[in-house]
Structure formats: structure tokens, C-alpha cells
């Protein structure tokens, strides 16, 4: 699928959050699309939580989801980009799973809609909307996509809203590129369903290019690195821009009982590295964003940070430092001009260093 479907989409939809107990949901989303125009939509879920949510107590990587079962899909143009109308019904194309309108979801399964052909006029938004029945359902808390649940008042606006891991046409692409990273790659601090995010702005950038933004809030790359379900869905890109050392920094690996030092975060990225590489994917690594960091936390983000050349150095990796993009101070100096979430400024500023670092003579060179 992930050859001549990709995304089209530039959210991060992964999960990182479980609702748990019985539920019956209904939910509706609109979404942004990179590429307007006519094509087979599909979407693709895993019923997994990808990466650890705060202390993991709840929501941690590679949680099984539950036994729930998808009652109905369907996607439309859903009309002027932020300009919703959801007492109107947008004209639906169902979507169908092997043929059936209906479809069970089995713990870690991945599935995979019917294709649909649908066309999303220029300045149009994607709608999607699906009912969902079932125990313990992974979800995205900050998707910065609009969400809405249905209940006695109609629609309202929701949170912690079960999404489809990618929205998938086959328009054409040059290369499938994945930005990968926690809470600063999704974009929380962000407007919602403004793509204000560093990584949405390159990916509206980037023509020609399918992009798939794989950033999760609390993500760790010890999560990544020993998971399975996030670092599976990296390895079905081309490229991929790796910016993680915050969460691990912070908060260290799930059930580690630390914090990790500037030499865990440098084997974490080593191994990752190989991982990708392995499965064929260019890796671009990113230098760690400046955060609200502890005098002790930053000793250990400065050490991280000046190993960074010598890693993508010794894996033969290109660099993009987003660090100074976001550091309003002297060289790693931690001073974060935009808010430790960097908001649509900050976003701006961190497109702008990629475009400057990737982009030459008139194209990009990724």
C-alpha cells in the first residue's frame, strides 16, 4: 500500500493516548490536504498506542489497543478550509473494508480501507467520519486537526479523538518523506488546524513530495528506537527527518527509572539510525530543540547536541539545525524564542532553516 498510497495529510494522527472502558464514538474530523485534486483515497489504522503519554501510566509504547470494531467510515471535500458547516452533510463516499461497510478491529491489527475516488477542490479541507464501538481505543490528544464528537447537543468540539494513523491517496510523488519527532514535529503550541507546525509548513512546501507527519506529544526516541509499531511506520519512507532528544531528556525511557543522559540519547539515535537505514530510508537528524530545561537537563542536552555531527557523520547523515532556528541566544545558549512549544512563529522560523538548508537552485534536494 505505502508505495502507491502516501500521504496527504501534513497532522500528525499517530497515537499516544488510550481510551479506556467501553465506548461508542462517533467522531468527524477536517483535516488539511497537502495535494489538492482527484485521486483513490484509503486510510490506514493500527490498533496500537505508539509512544508513552506523561508517565505511562495510561498510555505507553506498543499498548494493545482493544477489541472495538469500526461501524462506519466515510470521507468528502469538506468545503472551505476552516469554514465548517456541521449541520450540513457533506456529499459522503463510503469507505469499505474488503467490501464491507463494517469492519472488527483486533488488538495491534492494521487496517486498511477499500480505495474511494474523491476529488478535494484547492483551499478545501478533507472530511472524515467514522463510528467506532469497542473497548480501550488508542488516540491522538493533540492532532491540531478539528475534531468533533456527537452526542445529545450534535457535534462538539472533542479531544483525545481516534484518527486514522495516515489519510492515503496515490497522487504522484517524488519521494515519501516522514518528519518524526514528539510534541514540537505534531505541533502543540500551535493554533488548531492552522499548520502552523514546523513540520506542516514544509510539508505545504514541499510540491511534489508526500508527507507524513509522525510527531506525537510526550514522544520519546527510546520508545521509538524499542517499539514497533511507530519506528514500522518510519520505515515506509524514503527519508526521514529524526528530531528527538527532548522527551528523553526529560522523562527518559518508559520503566527506565531515569532520565536519560547525553550518552543514552546518543546510542538512542545510533540505533534508530541503524534501524532505518537497515530498512533502506535516508535519515536527515535533526539537532534537539531548545526546551525548558533543568541546569542539570541542560548539560546533558548541550552534550547531546555537540555529539549530534559526529553521529551523522560516522552514519553518513545529513544535518538540519533546527536548534538555531529556535535558539534566540548565543550558539546552544537554550534560550526559546517561540515558547518551548514553538508556536506559529516558531514554526515559520524552523521552515524557513530547512527551506534555506534543502532547497537549492530552484529545488529541493531531499
Keep these: 500500500m505505502f508505495k502507491k498510497y502516501v500521504s496527504n495529510v501534513p497532522l500528525g494522527t499517530g497515537t499516544n493516548f488510550i481510551l479506556e472502558g467501553r465506548r461508542h464514538i462517533r467522531l468527524r474530523a477536517y483535516l488539511p490536504v497537502e495535494t489538492p485534486g482527484e485521486f483513490d483515497w484509503r486510510i490506514f489504522y493500527i490498533n496500537t498506542v505508539n509512544s508513552t503519554f506523561a508517565d505511562g501510566s495510561v498510555a505507553y509504547v506498543d499498548r494493545s489497543g482493544g477489541s472495538f470494531c469500526i461501524l462506519s467510515a466515510k470521507l468528502a471535500d469538506g468545503g472551505v478550509y476552516g469554514k465548517h458547516d456541521l449541520a450540513s452533510e457533506p456529499d459522503w463516499q463510503t ?33 472524515f467520519e467514522w463510528e467506532l464501538e469497542g473497548e480501550d481505543i488508542p ?85 521509538c528506537a524499542t517499539g514497533k509499531s511507530w519506528l514500522w511506520k518510519a520505515k515506509q519512507n524514503d527519508v526521514v527527518v529524526m528530531t528527538f532528544g527532548v522527551n528523553d531528556i526529560l522523562h527518559g525511557a518508559y520503566r527506565a527509572g531515569h532520565r536519560s543522559s547525553a550518552g543514552e540519547v546518543d546510542d538512542m539515535l545510533e540505533r534508530l539510525i541503524r534501524e532505518l537505514q537497515s530498512a533502506g530510508v535516508e535519515v536527515i537528524l535533526s539537532m534537539i530543540p531548545p526546551f525548558e530545561f533543568t541546569r542539570e537537563q541542560y548539560i546533558e542536552w548541550r552534550a547531546a547536541e555537540l555529539s549530534i555531527p559526529r553521529i551523522a557523520e560516522l552514519y553518513g547523515c545529513r544535518v538540519y539545525d533546527i536548534e538555531s532556528a529556535l535558539d534566540g541566544g548565543e550558539y546552544l545558549s537554550d534560550n526559546y524564542i517561540y515558547g518551548a512549544h514553538p508556536d506559529g512563529r516558531g514554526g515559520l522560523a524552523a521552515a524557513e532553516k530547512f527551506r534555506d538548508t534543502f532547497f537549492r537552485n530552484g529545488d529541493w534536494s531531499i
Design 95 to 127: 469507505l469499505t473494508f474488503n467490501g464491507s461497510g463494517s469492519v472488527e478491529v483486533a488488538p495491534d491489527e492494521h487496517i486498511e480501507s477499500d480505495p474511494v475516488r474523491l476529488r478535494i477542490e484547492k483551499g478545501h479541507s478533507l472530511a
Design 139 to 223: 488516540c491522538t490528544p493533540d492532532s491540531q486537526a478539528f475534531t468533533f464528537e456527537y452526542g445529545e447537543q450534535g457535534f462538539r468540539p472533542a479531544d483525545n479523538s481516534p484518527l486514522p494513523a495516515m489519510f492515503a491517496c496515490d497522487r504522484p510523488y517524488k519521494k515519501r518523506v516522514a518528519f518524526l519527532g514528539d510534541s514540537i514535529t505534531q505541533g502543540c503550541g500551535t493554533a488548531r488546524g492552522a499548520v502552523e507546525m514546523w513540520a506542516g509548513r514544509i510539508a505545504m512546501m514541499l510540491d511534489g513530495y508526500a508527507v507524513w507527519n509522525l510527531g506525537l506529544g510526550y514522544g520519546r526516541g527510546a520508545d
